[in-house]
Every structure is written in structure tokens, then in C-alpha cells.
């Protein structure tokens, strides 16, 4: 079992930033990889960056340049920098780890509103 409590959400004008934060507990040393996910209201949940356990990462084009994904293993955390934020990033952020087996958990999710 893996518990994923992000934070860091909030509200941000166009332009701005924010750093989500996700921490990990429990059987965290199985862990392959982490990621941020994203739920627009009325949208399909959709990938924005990933981080295995080597410490590859990948982002949606969406978000490069602009989303940075990393992690603390001494604090079992995983971040997502998002700068130069736009409208369109206004979501649900979701954190999953994906252990052996394609087993996912989920966070409970943060909110990100950017507007003016």
C-alpha cells in the first residue's frame, strides 16, 4: 500500500507559479515512477509529467518548458514546478505512483485555478 497526499494548490493569476508537492508513504521503496496528472471540468484525466525511479522524466507537450517534475527521495516527495501558468492549466492535480505490476495509487487531488 502507498498513501499520496499532495498540496500546493491554489489560485494564480496567468503568468505566475506554483509548486505542487506530493508526499509518499507507506511502501514507498516498490515505487517505479510518479507522476502529475490533470482533470479539467467536463475533460478526460490526462498525463502532465512523469518521474521514474532512475529519474527519467517525460512531460505532455503541453506543459514543456513550463512544468518541471522532480523528487526528494530523502523526504519521499515529488514536485511539479509550474511556471508561466496559463487559463488552460486550470485543473485537478493528481499525483499516482505506479509500483511491480502496474499497480497505481492515487492522491486525493489539488485544485489549480489560474486566472485573473
Known amino acids: 500500500q502507498v498513501q499520496l497526499v499532495e498540496s500546493g494548490g491554489g489560485l494564480v493569476q496567468p503568468g505566475g507559479s506554483l509548486r505542487l508537492s506530493c508526499a509518499a508513504s507507506g511502501s514507498i521503496f516498490s515505487i517505479n515512477a510518479m507522476g502529475w496528472y490533470r482533470q479539467a471540468p467536463g475533460k478526460e484525466r490526462e498525463l502532465v509529467a512523469t518521474i521514474t525511479s532512475g529519474g527519467s522524466t517525460n512531460y505532455a507537450d503541453s506543459v514543456k518548458g513550463r512544468f518541471t517534475i522532480s523528487r526528494d527521495n530523502a523526504k519521499n516527495t515529488v514536485y511539479l514546478q509550474m511556471n508561466n501558468l496559463k487559463p488552460e492549466d486550470t485543473a485537478d492535480y493528481y499525483c499516482?505512483?505506479?509500483?511491480?505490476?502496474?499497480?497505481?495509487?492515487w492522491g486525493q487531488g489539488t485544485q489549480v485555478t489560474v486566472s485573473s
Open positions: 499516482n505512483a505506479v509500483l511491480p505490476g502496474m499497480t497505481t495509487y
